[in-house]
């Protein structure tokens, strides 16, 4: 399967699995109460910890090897299914004492459900890492999307019964039940059932070191939520979580798309040109040119895109939010660094920067947050500025990109932010950062935004601009 093809079948994929995400948490946000959300983001946050090591990267070692043969398959699926089991056993023996550290029973229920998936989660993980090594996004959109579909329909009709909080995670089983029940029908036929431990010290060799860059990775990323609920109060996590979740969609909307096929991609790339570096230029052309653009609309126009998708109750996130999506916009230029390492196989690389970037985050926040939500948001934006610099530094040794090639690149990429962040910025400056007709910045800042971006692209020659153009050309030639 082409690239283009590929990307088409991600974005199809992430986009509609992204209407029913935002659907289901409209309809969330506004029957749980942010103590509610806060419950279980603190919940997951203390989950996401274990479930970094639940296959001990042994997805991500099948994706990038050279030389992949059966008996390495074997010990791929020993790892996966060995971790599974042993994880949601864990789980189950640490939700007790979870749930008494923070005084909240309902933390407990919604982990014995969780550990169900875990011990799930196995049989669908081995053939979706193989589908994403072969760059079959077609099988991928269709499980991810039925799989997400299925567990929306399921959280929000416990969530609208009353049920609380477990609802998310009764939603989250069914998504991995489904998942893996569709994986199990297009895995290979001759894919072995009977896992394998000959090539074990192979897997682990590069698992150990991605798993260990991804426990760092959750650390950082769980810090805010985990502090802010032992600090703040789980109202404040809350809060937190829905700016989080506002700002994340970048990465529903375009990260995942995106990272799904370039590690696919980078990884073919490196196996028969041995050389990723344009293929790594370009695909940070169309994540900064794409993010910048998305960053300058939630600054200027978060307060009515918070009101619309999630209700009043969420004003309290709005501030925050700003402050996040400029965070998002400075570590954007360093976003393709980690796919790009791991297609290399460079997992030591990788490891060490998630380590150092890491420290520096805890450090920030543990301060912030101690102070309070706005504090944390500033407190992200320096780490990001710190982390972005360093991803460069040390991706820029590994892969041997061109800096001028980079520098072009981001300039072209700026000036359609800019372009893009003109009809938002009219929006504010006409109704202000929290207008009371929520409806009119959003009808001038959204088209204004579009039009700003499609013009850009076409002056500069981004690269975009012959994605946009390949498009056109074959609408064309459809009509005729």
């Not at 090539?199 to 990775?217: H, K, Q």
């Amino acid at each position: 399967m082409s690239i283009r093809i590929s990307l088409i079948y991600s974005y199809l994929d992430r986009y509609a699995s992204l209407v029913i995400s935002i659907a289901s948490s409209m309809l969330i946000a506004r029957l749980l109460t942010p103590e509610d959300i806060g419950v279980f983001s603190v919940t997951m946050v203390l989950l996401a910890w274990i479930a970094t090591v639940r296959d001990m990267g042994a997805g991500g070692y099948l994706v990038q090897e050279k030389d992949l043969t059966v008996e390495r398959i074997r010990a791929v699926w020993a790892v996966q299914l060995g971790l599974g089991l042993f994880l949601a056993f864990l789980v189950l023996g640490a939700s007790f004492p979870v749930a008494s550290f923070y005084d909240e029973p309902r933390m407990r229920d919604i982990m014995l459900v969780v550990a169900l998936s875990y011990a799930i989660n196995p049989f669908g993980s081995l053939t979706y890492a193989w589908q994403i090594r072969e760059m079959r996004f077609r099988n991928l959109a269709i499980i991810r999307f039925t799989s997400t579909l299925l567990g929306a329909i399921v959280s929000v009709y416990l969530a609208w019964k009353g049920h609380g909080p477990i609802s998310l995670a009764f939603g989250a089983l069914t998504s991995t039940v489904a998942n893996a029940l569709m994986a199990i029908y297009v895995r290979p036929k001759w894919f072995p059932w009977l896992p394998g431990l000959k090539e074990i010290r192979r897997v682990l060799g590069f698992g150990s070191r991605t798993t260990a860059a991804a426990i760092f990775n959750t650390i950082a990323g769980s810090a805010p939520e985990l502090l802010l609920g032992k600090l703040q109060g789980m109202a404040a996590t809350g809060m937190y979580s829905r700016a989080n979740g506002l700002v994340s969609m970048f990465g529903q909307l375009v990260m995942q798309g995106i990272s799904s096929v370039a590690i696919s991609w980078f990884a073919k790339e490196s196996r028969e040109q041995g050389d990723i570096s344009q293929p790594f230029l370009k695909a940070t052309a169309y994540v900064t040119a794409l993010g910048w653009a998305f960053a300058g609309g939630i600054i200027f126009l978060a307060h009515p895109v918070m009101r619309i998708l999630y209700g009043e109750q969420w004003d309290g996130a709005v501030d925050l939010a700003r402050l996040m999506a400029i965070a998002l916009a400075v570590g954007l230029p360093a976003a393709m660094c980690g796919a790009a390492l791991m297609a290399l196989g460079a997992a030591a690389q990788f490891l060490r920067v998630t380590v150092i970037s890491t420290l520096a985050t805890l450090i920030m926040l543990l301060i912030a947050a101690q102070i309070g939500l706005l504090a944390v948001g500033c407190g992200r934006i320096i780490v990001a500025v710190f982390g972005l610099f360093l991803w460069l530094h040390i991706s820029q040794k590994v892969i041997n990109f061109n800096w001028s090639e980079l520098r072009g690149l981001l300039y072209k990429s700026a000036a359609v932010g800019i372009a893009s962040g003109i009809g938002p910025a009219l929006a504010f400056i006409l109704y202000g950062p929290q207008p009371e007709n929520i409806w009119l910045p959003m009808a001038i800042g959204v088209p204004g935004s579009g039009i700003g971006f499609l013009a850009a692209i076409i002056i500069v020659k981004h690269p975009l601009n012959d994605e946009l153009q390949s498009v056109l050309a074959k609408l064309r030639g459809n009509k005729l």
